[in-house]
């Protein structure tokens, strides 16, 4: 198990099947969802590059790619945010209609405030 910036792995939060409904709900690409992966096994971005066979840089587009289509703006947003899709809040929150934004007649689920949701602020 490797480490990574938050101090854990979040490997062990996700199976196969978890991964397979986020993947649908979010739309993500068979690559998208390998670098969400190795995300979530704490590796950096030059560690997916190596493992993925691919550049770094690519790494950092899909990961862009990624924030854009959960709709959020760094890792512990991205990750707060397939969770609640793994746990069915992100649906829920989509069918309230309090949590959406409309994109070129896309839902997109609104930005995670991750200051908020971590406890932890920016200064």
Same mark, same amino acid.
């Given at each position: 198990? !490797?480490?990574?910036?938050?101090?854990? /792995?979040?490997? =062990?939060?996700?199976?196969? %099947?978890?991964?397979?409904?986020?993947? *649908?709900?979010?739309?993500? /690409?068979?690559?998208?969802?390998?670098?969400?992966?190795?995300?979530? +096994?704490?590796?950096?971005? +030059? %560690? *997916?590059?190596?493992?993925?066979?691919?550049?770094?840089?690519?790494?950092?587009?899909?990961?862009?790619?990624?924030?854009?289509?959960?709709? &959020?703006?760094?890792?512990?947003?991205? &990750?707060?945010?397939?969770?609640?899709?793994?746990? =069915?809040?992100?649906?829920? !929150?989509?069918?309230?209609? /309090?949590? !959406? &934004?409309?994109?070129?007649?896309?839902?997109?689920?609104?930005? *995670?405030?991750? !200051?908020?949701?971590?406890?932890?602020?920016?200064?």
């Amino acid at each position: 198990m !490797e480490i990574n910036a938050f101090g854990t /792995s979040f490997d =062990g939060l996700m199976n196969a %099947q978890h991964w397979s409904h986020v993947a *649908i709900a979010a739309h993500l /690409s068979p690559r998208e969802q390998s670098v969400c992966q190795q995300l979530f +096994q704490g590796k950096t971005r +030059q %560690q *997916i590059a190596m493992d993925l066979r691919i550049s770094p840089r690519t790494v950092r587009q899909h990961l862009e790619t990624i924030h854009g289509k959960l709709g &959020v703006t760094n890792r512990v947003g991205l &990750v707060l945010r397939i969770i609640q899709i793994r746990d =069915g809040l992100d649906r829920h !929150e989509r069918l309230a209609g /309090s949590d !959406e &934004v409309h994109r070129n007649g896309r839902q997109v689920p609104q930005r *995670i405030d991750t !200051e908020a949701a971590t406890g932890r602020t920016g200064k």
